[in-house]
């Protein structure tokens, strides 16, 4: 069994990123900016934003955090968005979900221009992603892939089941898992809060991908000898033992999974960190603006 490290493989990639952005400089290029806006003061996504904020030092990005009240009213939120769409400074804007009620996710994410979305929630970039097209790929999904591609896991012609139809992962992965490209070439099945026998379908697995925010879900008994198990979960479940209070659990039962399986994304430390260098890198690209450069979008 092989874990997929998806730590040591950010560093790398951070790596790789900080590499760019030095080529960048010596070319007389502005260093790539990344703009965080965080409405409230939720706690996993203070945290969140604030990881991303770091990520941006360690590799040589500049970013702004834009820190608004949750009763912002929603007009405030579009404008503010929109200033950074109209700033030339800034090359990439992720607005951290989720928002309050009283504000649509969906205005906000129309109102970010494509070429700046590095979450890649816009309706252009899941539709150009969706046909092959060049396009910002949300920063779970990529990281996944590139934690596969990295760890040469082989995918083609098998059998992917993906538990979980969210926008941000789910559904997206099942085209990524799909499409004609390696890792892909995945015959996919996506099992969903109504599917009747989830079990039934994860035993026909050759790579189960695990994103439906339930700790320990996916138990060992659900598993074939060999499958390739991908972790997204990550609750936060109350324990006193740790300073936090809190411990970060997946979505995977790790004992009993991982003595089955032929690989393996732990919790923490596979494909959250995988998630945060995913995103650096569609900032690196937005600052290239290599993603859109034949292809003109107006907002
Ligand atoms: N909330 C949970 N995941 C994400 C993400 O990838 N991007 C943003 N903007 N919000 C999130």
Redesign the pocket.
């Known amino acids: 069994m092989t874990i997929l490290d998806g730590k040591k493989t950010s560093e790398q990639i951070k790596l790789e990123i900080a590499g760019e952005v030095q080529q960048l400089i010596s070319d007389g290029r502005k260093v790539p900016h990344l703009a965080a806006v965080l409405v409230g003061s939720d706690g996993a ?1 203070q945290t ?1 934003v604030n990881s991303k904020v770091k990520d941006c030092e360690q590799v040589g990005f500049q970013s702004t955090l834009v820190r608004l009240g949750a009763d912002i009213n929603e007009n405030l939120l579009l404008q503010t968005v929109q200033d950074i769409n109209d700033n030339e400074e800034i090359d990439g804007i ?5 928002l309050p009620d009283h504000i649509s996710v969906q205005k906000v994410t129309e109102r970010i221009r494509p070429e700046k979305d590095v ?1 890649g ?1 816009h309706p252009v970039n899941v539709g150009r992603m969706v046909k092959g097209l060049p396009a910002y790929i ?3 999904p990529y990281g996944i892939m590139q934690l596969l591609e990295r760890y040469q896991v082989e995918t083609t012609g098998k059998h992917c089941v993906i538990i979980g139809r969210s926008d ?1 992962v789910g559904t997206p992965m099942s085209i990524l898992m799909a499409r004609k490209a390696t890792p892909g070439n995945c015959t996919v099945t996506l099992c969903h809060s109504r599917t009747p026998d989830i079990k039934a379908h994860t035993l026909q697995a050759d790579v189960v991908i695990a994103a439906l925010g339930r700790p320990g879900f996916l138990t060992g008994d659900m598993i074939k000898d060999g499958a390739v198990v991908v972790d997204v979960g990550i609750t936060r479940v109350p324990d006193a033992t740790k300073k936090r209070g809190y411990a970060l659990k997946g979505d995977v039962d790790f004992e009993t999974v991982s003595s089955k399986c032929s690989f393996i994304t732990p919790v923490p430390g596979g494909v959250g960190p995988m ?1 945060r260098a995913a ?1 650096l890198w569609n900032t690196l690209q937005a600052a290239k603006n290599s993603f859109y450069q034949s292809v003109s979008i107006t907002d």
Do not use: C, G, H, N
């Open positions: 996504s969140y992720i607005v951290q979900l989720p979450d929630f949300s920063a779970t941000i998630t995103l």
